[in-house]
C-alpha cells in the first residue's frame, strides 16, 4: 500500500516562495504519475501540478510560470516549488499518485496524501 505524506506548508508573505515535499512509503514512486492538487474551503479540489512517470510536467492555470514540480524516485520524492505566491494560492495541497497515464482529475487518482496547508497573508 502507497502511502503519501506532504510537507512544508505554512504562512508566507505575498510574494514569497515555498516548496512543498511529498514523500511516499510502502511502495516507490517509480513507474506512477504524481500530481498536485489544492482546495480551499467551499471550493473543489484543483488540479495545481503533474508530471508523467517519464517526468513530462503539467500546469494548471495561472500556475505555470510560477509552480515547478519535479521528482526524484531514487528518494521517492516529488517537490513543488511555488513562488510569487498570492492569496489565492492559500489552499491545503495535497499530493496524488495514480498507476497510469498522467490525468488532470482527482477523481482518477488512487492515493492521497493528508495534505499540507499553505496560507498566504500579509
Known amino acids: 500500500q502507497l502511502q503519501l505524506a506532504e510537507a512544508g506548508g505554512g504562512l508566507v508573505q505575498p510574494g514569497d516562495s515555498l516548496k512543498l515535499s511529498c514523500a511516499a512509503s510502502?511502495?516507490?514512486?517509480?513507474?506512477?504519475?504524481i500530481a498536485w492538487f489544492r482546495q480551499s474551503p467551499g471550493k473543489e479540489r484543483d488540479f495545481v501540478s503533474g508530471?508523467?512517470?517519464?517526468?513530462?510536467?503539467f500546469y494548471g492555470d495561472f500556475m505555470k510560470d510560477r509552480f515547478t514540480i519535479s521528482r526524484d524516485d531514487a528518494k521517492n520524492m516529488v517537490y513543488l516549488q511555488m513562488n510569487s505566491l498570492n492569496p489565492e494560492d492559500t489552499a491545503v495541497y495535497y499530493c496524488?499518485?495514480?498507476?497510469?497515464?498522467?490525468?488532470?482529475?482527482?477523481?482518477?487518482?488512487?492515493?492521497w496524501g493528508r495534505g499540507t496547508q499553505v496560507t498566504v497573508s500579509s
Open positions: 496524488a499518485v495514480r498507476d497510469g497515464v498522467w490525468a488532470r482529475s482527482a477523481s482518477q487518482y488512487d492515493y
Open positions: 508530471i508523467s512517470f517519464s517526468g513530462n510536467t
Open positions: 510502502g511502495r516507490t514512486f517509480r513507474g506512477y504519475s
